[in-house]
């Protein structure tokens, strides 16, 4: 859809179509799916006066945990170091998972280059040869 949309040159989907062949063997070890909130970025993460944090506007749906977290580390969070160790503090992620951010943030990038143009799509490039070669 990037391709028709103009906003990912063919040269470079190749490039991202061989990230996505190599997903299964980087993925890290099998997980069960998770409750994903879908859109998490610092606009859908409220701060209360009290100290509470509260998450809105969901987009929930089954996926891997570290998608949501790769989406967080991507559109900027608050306080992302403390949301983090707060997660591997109450359910800790598997190892590696750092290095997967960017295999993570493929796809929200190359939805928000269909939505949104070029820029995204050249971050999706760059995330795409930050991806192992296996």
Same mark, same amino acid.
């Given at each position: 859809?990037?391709?028709?949309?103009?906003?990912?040159?063919?040269?470079?989907?190749?490039?991202?179509?061989?990230?996505?062949?190599?997903?299964?063997?980087?993925?890290?070890?099998?997980?069960?799916?998770?409750?994903?909130?879908?859109?998490?970025?610092?606009?859908?993460?409220?701060?209360?006066?009290?100290?509470?944090?509260?998450?809105?506007?969901?987009?929930?749906?089954?996926?891997?945990?570290?998608?949501? =977290?790769?989406?967080?580390? +991507? *559109? /900027?969070?608050?306080?992302? !170091?403390?949301? %983090? &160790?707060?997660?591997?503090?109450?359910?800790?992620?598997?190892?590696?998972?750092?290095?997967?951010?960017?295999?993570?943030?493929?796809?929200?990038? =190359?939805?928000?280059?269909? +939505? *949104? /143009?070029?820029?995204?799509? !050249?971050?999706? %490039? &760059?995330?795409?040869?930050?991806?192992?070669?296996?």
């Amino acid at each position: 859809a990037a391709v028709d949309a103009g906003t990912v040159r063919p040269g470079e989907a190749a490039v991202i179509e061989a990230a996505c062949e190599r997903l299964p063997a980087l993925a890290g070890p099998a997980e069960p799916p998770a409750r994903l909130h879908g859109d998490l970025w610092q606009g859908n993460v409220l701060w209360g006066a009290d100290g509470e944090v509260r998450v809105i506007d969901p987009a929930a749906h089954g996926g891997h945990r570290e998608t949501d =977290l790769a989406m967080l580390r +991507l *559109f /900027g969070c608050p306080h992302l !170091e403390r949301v %983090l &160790a707060g997660y591997e503090e109450t359910s800790p992620l598997a190892e590696g998972w750092r290095e997967r951010v960017r295999l993570h943030q493929l796809f929200p990038l =190359l939805v928000h280059a269909v +939505l *949104f /143009g070029r820029g995204y799509a !050249e971050q999706a %490039l &760059a995330a795409a040869r930050a991806v192992p070669a296996g």
